[in-house]
């Protein structure tokens, strides 16, 4: 928790009044796969815009429902996102492209690279929506073992900054 905390003061040294977001919401896993069922999930975040064009975003907590089990995380993962905002003046939408790195270290090492794009709607300057879609590259000997594909979307809520 406390690697956590670090990370938010040092990233918002770098941001706006807005430099920290929090967001929840659902996701659909596991699209395009042979042999697999796609299953829902349910993700929060922590979001880290340090430049109007770059962001960073950490994972907090992650439930994944495969039909006959549901796994959880809880915690900052070992590996983030760096959103690439393109900036639109005066738009109510924040477009992205986001590049994604995350290591798993259980019995077995696992390297995931995540390549995606997706949208923010603010409603206003606190509270709006995101949604998105983006490939999980799981096996980096044989790219073509596991690319499942995710379209998700939810809240996303900024945290005003002193």
């Known amino acids: 928790m406390s690697k ?21 919401g659902g996701e659909y896993r596991n699209l395009l796969v042979d042999g697999v069922d796609a299953n829902p999930g349910i993700v929060a975040d922590v979001y880290f815009k ?23 995380t809880v915690g900052v993962h070992t590996g983030a996102d760096l959103m690439f905002f393109i900036p639109l003046q005066g738009a109510p939408i924040d477009p992205y492209l986001l590049l994604g790195f ?25 509270f709006g929506l995101y949604l998105e879609g983006a490939i999980n590259y799981k096996d980096i000997e044989d790219v073509d073992s596991s690319n499942p594909l995710y379209i998700g979307g939810g809240l996303k809520v900024k945290v005003p900054m002193p």
């Open 4 to 24: 956590l905390l670090t990370a938010i003061v040092i990233f918002s040294m770098f941001g706006s009044a807005y430099a920290i977001s929090f967001g929840a």
């Open 50 to 72: 340090m430049l109007p064009f770059l962001g960073a975003r950490f994972g907090i907590a992650d439930i994944d429902m495969p039909e006959g089990s549901t796994n959880y």
């Open 102 to 126: 995350t290591y798993t270290g259980n019995g077995a090492t696992v390297i995931d690279l995540t390549g995606g794009a997706g949208v923010d709607f603010f409603f206003n300057p606190q």
